[in-house]
Every structure is written in C-alpha cells, then in structure tokens.
C-alpha cells in the first residue's frame, strides 16, 4: 500500500482524538484525586487543632480591679447640683441627706 501524506484519514483522526480524550480524562481524575486527599487532610488537621484547643484548660480569670473612687471635683459638682435640686423644690430633705450620703461614701 502507498503511504500517504499530508492529512490523516479517517481513522487516524479517530485514534488520535480517543488517545487525546483518554490523556485528558486521566489527568483530569488524578488532578480531582489529588484535590480530594488535600481536602482531606486539611480537614483531619483542623478538626485535630480544634481537638487540642478543646484539651487545653481555660486560662484562669483576671482579678477584677477595685473600682476607682471619682475625683474629688466630681463629688463637689454633684454635690452643688444636689444644693440646686434641693433649693429648687426638687428633692426633699430626706432625699438630699440620702443623696449627699451616697456622693460623700462613694
């Protein structure tokens, strides 16, 4: 038989685009094989992190600081704004003497 040249026939078109198709569905099963087993073992090592994060104790609580006494310019505007209620009709007696006791404790 003479040898042909130039294009391919039939045939060779064929076999050509069956081992073309072949090569791509491999690789493409090994590349998603290869994604899976990554996947995978990201997810063993996160839930192993998590694990271990789980197993460490809680560290213990930071002692509350004592609440810090307001500064004696405070006390004195509440106390002239307590003296302004109280000559306004605005607080009682009693009320005065309770909120004065309150400013002056604190």
Same mark, same amino acid.
């Given at each position: 038989?003479? @040898?042909? %040249?130039?294009? /391919?026939?039939?045939? *060779? =078109?064929?076999? +050509? =685009?069956?081992?073309?198709?072949?090569? !791509?569905?491999?690789?493409?099963?090994?590349?998603?094989? *290869?994604?899976? @087993?990554?996947?995978? +073992?990201? @997810? $063993?090592? !996160?839930?192993a992190q998590q694990q271990a994060r789980a197993d460490?104790?809680?560290p213990p609580p930071q002692p509350a600081a004592p609440?810090? !006494? /307001? /500064? $004696?310019?405070?006390?004195?505007?509440?106390? =002239?704004?307590?003296?302004?209620?109280?000559? @306004? *009709?605005?607080? =009682?007696?009693?009320? %005065?003497?309770?909120?004065? !006791?309150?400013?002056?404790?604190?």
């Amino acid at each position: 038989m003479p @040898q042909r %040249f130039g294009r /391919p026939g039939l045939l *060779g =078109t064929i076999a +050509r =685009t069956a081992v073309i198709s072949g090569t !791509a569905s491999a690789v493409s099963n090994r590349v998603e094989r *290869g994604m899976g @087993q990554r996947d995978m +073992r990201r @997810q $063993a090592e !996160a839930q192993a992190q998590q694990q271990a994060r789980a197993d460490q104790p809680a560290p213990p609580p930071q002692p509350a600081a004592p609440p810090a !006494a /307001p /500064p $004696a310019a405070d006390r004195v505007s509440q106390l =002239t704004a307590l003296a302004d209620l109280k000559a @306004q *009709g605005l607080l =009682t007696d009693e009320e %005065f003497a309770a909120e004065k !006791a309150r400013v002056l404790n604190s």
